[in-house]
């Protein structure tokens, strides 16, 4: 029961506070009466499947697993609608066109995404090649892209 409660608690502790560190949370922790290590943290985060996300200053802290697809989709949006020109599908191909310089970044957020339609990816330096496992997947994609301009 240990185990549940201070997990449970260390959800808590995300949801209500900027955790920037292992240490930090297991400052909260032993504060709150749990005598842990810092490999106990380690294996919780792992466990909860916590990672870290961006703050708009660039600094980073621990997220809950659907906390951090909304982070990266609202900053997919911010990059895909700064950088994107064009979506053009070609069979099961998709070429995604962006400014100068940016291909490689977006491609990379494309890549985050893990989409199941996907097979993968290549960036140049202003044009994307989006390989999809089907042509019926090429609209899917198109589609996934496309809300995330929104």
Not at 63 to 90: C, D, H, Y
């Amino acid at each position: 029961m240990m185990k549940e409660d201070r997990q449970l608690r260390i959800l808590e502790i995300i949801k209500e506070n900027k955790i920037t560190t292992q240490k930090g949370l297991a400052q909260y922790l032993r504060k709150e009466g749990f005598d842990i290590t810092q490999a106990t943290v380690s294996r919780d985060i792992k466990e909860l499947k916590l990672s870290k996300v961006a703050d708009e200053d660039g600094s980073y802290h621990y997220a809950l697993p659907e906390e951090k697809k909304i982070v990266n989709e609202l900053r997919a949006g911010l990059i895909f609608r700064g950088t994107i020109n064009n979506v053009e599908k070609a069979d099961n191909l998709i070429v995604v066109k962006t400014i100068p310089g940016n291909a490689q970044g977006v491609c990379a957020v494309i890549d985050e995404f893990q989409w199941e339609e996907v097979v993968g990816t290549i960036a140049g330096e202003d044009t994307i090649l989006v390989i999809a496992r089907s042509r019926e997947s090429t609209d899917i994609i198109i589609k996934k892209i496309n809300r995330v301009l929104r």
